[in-house]
């Protein structure tokens, strides 16, 4: 598993598993593009159901600018993950550099209506080198 999502972040029995791709075929270093995808898997360790609700994610390009991105959900669907379940959904991140890195958090609620602020993994975001 490790191998597969090298990062990962716990916030009581929530685990949050993060593996990112470069797409070379999506990205124009040319034109100042690269672009990555990445695979997160949402893990419910705990004996409840949670539902997540929203998303934030800080976006940090190898010049040190940072965007912000929240809304609702994910992939456009809020998930609820039952005990030992998880969830998967696969999206991507475009920059305007060849490097950066990309944290945030999920606000869940849980069975008994208690809101989770739950993190999502610190991940760099490295385009391959390119030869000269």
Same mark, same amino acid.
């Given at each position: ?48 159901? !949670? ?6 994610? /800080?976006?940090?390009?190898?010049? *040190?600018?940072?965007?912000? $991105?929240?809304?609702? =959900? ?15 959904? !696969? ?6 550099? /060849?490097?950066?890195?990309?944290? *945030?958090?999920?606000?869940? $609620?849980?069975?008994? =209506? ?19």
């Amino acid at each position: 598993m490790k191998a597969f999502f090298p990062y990962y972040a716990a916030t009581d029995d929530i685990i949050v598993r993060v593996s990112v791709s470069f797409l070379p075929e999506q990205s124009e270093p040319g034109r100042g593009r690269w672009f990555w995808a990445y695979h997160v898997r949402i893990e419910n360790e705990g004996d409840a159901p !949670v539902q997540l609700l929203t998303r934030r994610w /800080s976006i940090t390009d190898g010049r *040190g600018a940072i965007h912000h $991105v929240e809304g609702e =959900g994910v992939v456009g669907e809020q998930p609820v993950i039952h005990p030992d379940g998880s969830y998967d959904y !696969v999206s991507g991140c475009p920059l305007n550099t /060849s490097t950066g890195v990309m944290e *945030g958090h999920y606000t869940m $609620v849980a069975a008994d =209506g208690r809101m989770l602020r739950v993190a999502i993994p610190r991940f760099a975001l490295v385009a391959p080198a390119e030869a000269e």
